[in-house]
């Protein structure tokens, strides 16, 4: 049930790659996948596996995108992303700031207006927000009291609720430089921007990342769920895509394996490009956070530092159906992308075969 194929994308990709280096690439995950997970069929019914070494990229499929019907998964196949939403949301930020639209050490407060903000939390600012340095929770107390189907969370919780939750929230200066992730700080910077650009978040997304780079098949809504991967929960049921009302730039955007190829080839550009090198400030590691030692949180990315290599550049998600993993080596330009239709752990895949194309990191810088 499952193919390889290697595409070469003549306007970003220059040099070629020959038969025998695919196949080698192909018989090291399938060991990766048989010795180092618990991956099935039928926890995960399909997935994809894009990889960027130099200027070679591989796409690789697995298993069917629909139990009943199939259907084998494309590059053109939407699935969600999560929480890797966070790491667009952030280069957004990045390219605002870079334009003079938005200021890091400006506060929240500011961008949100008067009728919107919270005065007892003017410490806090956009930039922390970024950094998951807040002491904002994961999400909103009483989330639940509007969530009328467990598979579909987001659904009934406006942005006005989120206003409302921000406005009364306790929260505390002392504890501001903590890393804590959360959700509730991505759904807050969707609605700075807006409120200070007056436009729509996923119009400013499109505007000044999405179409640059050429991605026409990533969004927060989607208007023909035929276009995205059927997701299945851990018990193995078929779950309807999650839809917004507010936490559309933390966890809502919709992408396909050829999309986000294209933007971490961006990520990797070895060029003076000002957006790719936009792109490149989003990786420097800022605050440690408490999921290892070696972990530390950057801009929307989480970076690992490896004894005596580079850091690899990493982020995440999971809804209801599906997972996401994006993760690269900017010095090795090596990147893998992971996109599967089920909520089922992935067994850390998308890390371990980053760690295979750089030599159990011991690849050289090129």
């Given amino acids: 049930m499952r193919s390889l194929t290697l595409f070469v994308f003549l306007f970003f990709f220059l040099g070629n790659i020959n038969s025998q280096n695919t196949e080698d690439i192909s018989v090291e995950i399938d060991k990766i996948i048989q010795y180092d997970t618990d991956i099935t069929f039928e926890r995960t019914p399909g997935w994809m596996i894009g990889i960027v070494i130099g200027d070679s990229t591989y796409i690789l499929e697995y298993g069917s995108i629909d ?33 003079g639209l938005m200021h890091p050490d400006s506060s929240l407060n500011h961008y949100l207006g008067p009728k919107l903000g919270n005065p007892q939390t003017d410490f806090i600012t956009i930039q922390d927000l970024v950094q998951h340095t807040t002491c904002l929770p994961r999400m909103p107390l009483e989330f639940g009291v509007r969530e009328k189907d467990a598979n579909n969370p987001y659904a009934n919780y406006k942005k006005a609720d989120l206003i409302r939750f921000y406005q009364d929230c306790p929260c505390f200066p002392s504890k501001k430089l903590e890393y804590n992730y959360s959700h509730v700080n991505y ?11 007056q436009k729509p978040f996923e119009t400013v997304l499109n505007e000044y990342l999405f179409a640059p780079l050429g991605m026409k ?60 090198n936009l792109l490149y400030q989003t990786h420097h590691p800022a605050v440690a956070t408490k999921i290892t030692k070696n972990t530390s949180i950057a801009s929307g990315w989480h970076t690992t530092k490896h004894k005596r290599f580079y850091n690899s550049v990493i982020h995440s998600g999971t809804t209801s159906g599906h997972r996401s993993f994006i993760g690269l080596v900017k010095e090795t330009n090596t990147a893998v992308v992971i996109l599967s239709n089920s909520e089922y752990e992935m067994g850390g895949l998308g890390y371990l075969i980053l760690r295979m194309i750089n030599y159990n990191w011991k690849k050289r810088k090129v």
């Avoid at 199939?70 to 870079?98: C, H, M, N, W």
């Avoid at 759904?187 to 650009?197: F, G, K, N, V």
């Avoid at 936490?247 to 060029?271: R, T, V």
Wanted: without cysteine.
């Fill in 187 to 197: 759904a807050l910077l969707e609605i700075a921007i807006e409120q200070h650009l």
């Fill in 217 to 276: 098949n990533t969004s927060i809504q989607i208007f023909d769920n035929r276009a995205l991967a059927k997701g299945y929960s851990i018990a193995g049921k078929e779950v309807a895509p999650w839809t917004y009302s507010s936490f559309g730039g933390s966890l809502g955007l919709k992408s396909n394996l050829e999309d986000l190829l294209l933007f971490a080839k961006a990520n990797l550009e070895q060029s003076n490009d000002p957006l790719s």
């Fill in 67 to 99: 139990k009943i019907n199939e259907v084998p998964p494309t590059p053109q196949t939407k699935f969600e992303l999560g929480g890797s939403t966070k790491i667009f949301t952030a280069s957004l930020i990045e390219i605002l700031y870079d334009k």
